[in-house]
Nanobody, 122 residues
Framework: QVQLEESGGGLVQAGDSLRLSCAAS????????MAWFRQAPGKEREWVSI????????YYTDSVKGRFTISRDNAKNTVYLQMNNLKPADTAVYFC???????????????WGQGTQVTVSS
């Protein structure tokens, strides 16, 4: 199985940028569809972005379109989430996940990182 470790979270101000990274180990990243999910306090976990195994297809939830960019470097076994123009509503724990299909449901991704906190102040 694959192990995932996120990094890059932090405390920023509204309008700032952050880049999250997710390093995979155990199996080649190219075997998996990768995605980012997030969970804010008191809210359900929601999908943020998905990228196909080869990186040729990407998907974004409406609230981050035009601000976030997902990418992957299979040679480095790493997935990224570039987050620009951050808003207080983006405050959440962000999880890197891996799975077999390009799908929106969290339950269909068997592999999860431990999460990284992103806090955006107004």
């Amino acid at each position: 199985q694959v192990q995932l470790e996120e990094s890059g979270g932090g405390l920023v101000q509204a309008g700032d940028s952050l880049r999250l990274s997710c390093a995979a180990s155990g199996r080649p990243l190219s075997m998996y569809v990768m995605a980012w999910f997030r969970q804010a306090p008191g809210k359900e976990r929601e999908w943020v972005s998905i990228i196909s195994k080869r990186g040729d297809r990407t998907y974004y939830t409406d609230s981050v379109k035009g601000r976030f960019t997902i990418s992957r470097d299979n040679a480095k076994n790493t997935v990224y989430l570039q987050m620009n123009n951050l808003k207080p509503a983006d405050t959440a724990v962000y999880f890197c996940v891996a799975g077999p299909k390009e799908i929106l449901s969290a339950s269909d991704y068997p592999y999860w990182g431990q999460g990284t906190q992103v806090t955006v102040s107004s």
